[in-house]
């Protein structure tokens, strides 16, 4: 798979490069400073995964995240801290393909890239769960919704409205795996345990 790692952190930037190539799978096919660069990147090359820190001069990471996705170059894979709250909620709210912590070991590194290369999404549960209680406390139970995209809350409304998920897919013009991947994103975001509870709680909400 083709990669690029985009960091306004040299040490950063080389240390993920030297783990990223020992890995007969992965491809460097970069390395940028900011989120402009990185995606110039993806314009010039073919481009599988982006891993972007959220915190960039000249344009931050979940901008040229938002683009990447837009323009379909590539899946974006953020990297943040527990203290970046905003920037944390905008990721989740665009609809990126995860996040995961800088100080996450290297196995999970590599596991979460090629999970997201498989169409997958990682999110770092410690900092989901941060993110649902402060909402919480400072928003009413319903306000973890807001964490969704705006595809994710529509199919959180057809739940509501009682649909099943063959229903919302031929609703919505996609496929039944489609649905079922939006619905586990849904719940990981939420806290939830099933599409009852996504239910109820934004019918309460």
């Known amino acids: 798979m083709n990669i690029i790692i985009a960091d306004d ?15 007969s799978d992965f491809d460097i096919i970069g390395i940028a400073e900011n989120g402009k660069e990185a ?24 901008t040229a995240a938002e683009e990447m ?3 379909e ?3 974006p894979l953020l990297l943040s801290t527990f203290d970046e709250r905003d920037f944390i909620i905008r990721a989740l ?16 590194i590599l596991s979460a890239i090629r999970t ?32 969704l995209t705006e595809r994710e809350l529509q199919i959180v409304q057809l739940i509501a409205d009682g649909l099943s998920n063959q229903e919302i897919a031929d609703k919505l013009y996609l496929s039944n795996g ?17 599409r009852t509870q996504i239910a109820v709680r934004y019918l309460k909400g």
């Open 39 to 62: 995606l110039r990147l993806c314009e010039d090359n073919r481009v599988d995964v982006a891993l972007l820190d959220i915190r960039m001069p000249v344009l931050d990471g979940i």
């Open 93 to 108: 709210k665009a609809g990126v393909c995860g996040y995961i912590l800088k100080s996450t070991p290297t196995d999970g």
């Open 9 to 23: 952190d040299m040490l950063i930037r080389e240390g993920l490069k030297i783990i990223l190539a020992s890995q």
């Open 178 to 194: 489609t649905v079922r991947n939006y619905i586990s994103v849904i719940l990981e975001k939420t806290g939830l345990e099933h």
């Open 116 to 147: 997201v290369y498989s169409k997958g999404t990682v999110f770092e549960e410690s900092i989901l769960t941060y993110i649902r209680e402060s909402m919480i406390n400072s928003g009413g139970s319903s306000a973890v919704f807001e964490l």
């Open 73 to 75: 170059l590539c899946r």
């Open 69 to 71: 996705l837009k323009r």
